[in-house]
């Protein structure tokens, strides 16, 4: 992973990071996300006091269906979108200066934008709203992003802390996201069965 402007700080499990507001920002260097329609979970701490368009978890092309990008919505809250489509929550706000459990999950068998489900601090949220379309995820041009959006440059970098940032080519349940929630990804893949939490995943703090 390549980091410019970003610093280190205390996180939730361990250290996390703070991009400066203006470009700063992780790249997963040679990861280029999740592709097409397949099933997936994002899960990222986050802690910010600033309202605003910030962009957390990064990936795609600029073309209908064809971007994926995990972010906050209409300055206060959580929001995932596919370029013409997006699924936002209505409620609650993330960015009231506390640390905020966030996750965004794309159940199996899933061909629509609306068919994602999105978690804050555990609960499932379900007065959302949005734009629906369908959803085919480049992941063949741009590596990953962590709180901007340089190759796209859609909306506004994070200004704030990001902290266990992680995606999954699985759709995490309730429970698994909970568990991931309360004891912090080491421990919960840890402990979690062969292959079940597997894939692509980078907790951003100090290697253990």
Aim: overall charge negative; charged content about 20%.
């Amino acid at each position: 992973m390549n980091g410019t402007g970003t610093s280190r700080v205390g996180g939730v499990f361990g250290g996390a990071y703070s991009p400066d507001g203006v470009d700063g920002e992780i790249i997963i260097t040679g990861y280029k996300g999740i592709e097409g329609q397949q099933e997936r979970t994002t899960v990222v701490w986050y802690r910010t006091d600033v309202a605003g368009d910030q962009r957390l978890v990064s990936y795609g092309i600029n073309a209908a269906t064809r971007k994926y990008h995990v972010r906050v919505h209409a300055s206060t809250t959580l929001r995932v979108e596919t370029q013409d489509g997006q699924l936002f929550a209505n409620e609650p706000d993330i960015t009231d200066g506390e640390w905020h459990h966030l996750a965004v999950v794309l159940p199996p068998g899933s061909t629509m934008c609306h068919d994602h489900l999105l978690y804050v601090d555990g609960v499932h949220i379900t007065n959302v709203g949005g734009t629906d379309v369908g959803l085919d995820t480049d992941a063949s041009t741009h590596d990953v992003e962590i709180g901007y959006d340089k190759f796209i440059g859609h909306g506004s970098p994070a200004s704030g802390e990001i902290d266990e940032v992680a995606m999954f080519s699985v759709a995490l349940s309730e429970d698994d996201i909970n568990d991931i929630m309360d004891n912090g990804l080491v421990d919960a893949l840890a402990v979690a069965p062969a292959g079940k939490l597997a894939t692509k995943w980078g907790a951003l703090k100090g290697r253990r």
